[in-house]
């Protein structure tokens, strides 16, 4: 919301007052104000404003959300500022600029989700099947598929057309499978995890499972929304619902959630690839702070190293 200028009549004489109404996570709209010498705002005044803005939403957050050893009131004041930093990274970007950074994070994303399960497309090779729209020469079709319908689901998650629910869990699925040979819907064969012990659920009750997690999903909404999609992806890739995609798909569900909540998306890059299943691991074995860590340092270093760094060179 832009800020305004007020003028009120005190004792007979003119006072002129900044001020701008800020709508809060929880839907509250509350307006800020600060005092001004006169009608013509500086851009110290404005910076004040915004800076007091800023420690509101932040204690806000840290009161709002429930907190834990990892989630404490500190880190949801550092995940509240980068909310707003994000915000208004994309409020000085042109419609042309915002298509490309976004562009840029999607060819990023996709490179790295799957790379992870094993994708041998390079990050080049990546960046010119999504430029371009074309297949190229010799490479894996399947593979360029997986790449072109990445990018399809993403445009979706940015255009914050999906809710969470099992409806859009399938479609994200059907999107990101198409011209690949798998199975779209829920798997109607046993799957298993690779390397973890923990055992996905049986075909007959993956639906129930999936629907008790959108509930717990919608009962637990006092949880950060990194906090929130943390969990969420390490029980749906215990559901392992699909006959195949089930990574990508929860890694897509982790921007999901962030995004609905106009909060910046993640990447976790084929590097980390190790550690990232090894969290899943732990989680498995009801140690969550791993997974947690883990998210937050992938949340903090997209944002560092792609968002922000994005308008420095601007």
Do not use: C
């Amino acid at each position: 919301m832009m800020t305004f200028i007020s003028k009120k009549l005190i004792n007979g004489k003119e006072r002129f007052y900044l001020e701008k109404s800020i709508r809060f996570p929880n839907g509250k709209v509350k307006k800020f104000s600060i005092y001004l010498k006169d009608k013509n705002k500086t851009k110290e005044e404005n910076k004040k404003l915004e800076e007091k803005i800023l420690e509101e939403l932040k204690n806000h957050a840290s009161n709002y959300y429930k907190t834990n050893t990892i989630f404490n009131k500190q880190k949801l004041k550092q995940l509240e500022e980068i909310r707003i930093n994000y915000k208004k990274i994309k409020n000085k970007l042109t419609k042309n600029q915002i298509t490309d950074i976004l562009d840029r994070f999607t060819v990023n994303f996709t490179y790295e989700s799957n790379a992870i399960e094993g994708n041998s497309l390079t990050l080049k090779d990546v960046t010119f099947i999504i430029k371009e729209g074309k297949v190229i020469k010799n490479k894996d079709l399947r593979e360029v598929y997986e790449t072109l319908n990445t990018r399809k689901a993403i445009g979706l998650l940015f255009k914050n057309k999906l809710k969470l629910n099992q409806k859009n869990i399938i479609k994200l699925h059907t999107i990101l499978v198409e011209n690949t040979g798998i199975e779209t819907g829920f798997k109607k064969l046993p799957n298993f995890l690779l390397g973890r012990k923990v055992k996905t659920t049986p075909p007959e009750r993956v639906e129930k499972e999936i629907n008790k997690l959108i509930t717990w999903y919608n009962e637990n909404k006092n949880l950060h929304p990194l906090h929130l999609a943390a969990i969420f992806h390490a029980k749906f890739e215990q559901i392992h619902p699909f006959e195949d995609g089930n990574g990508r798909i929860g890694r897509l569900l982790i921007n999901l959630i962030l995004l609905e909540q106009d909060y910046p998306p993640l990447i976790i890059r084929k590097s980390q690839r190790i550690a990232y299943l090894h969290s899943l691991e732990s989680f498995d074995n009801k140690y969550e702070d791993k997974l947690f860590r883990s998210l937050l340092e992938k949340y903090k270093d997209t944002y560092e190293k792609f968002f922000k760094i994005y308008i420095k060179y601007l």
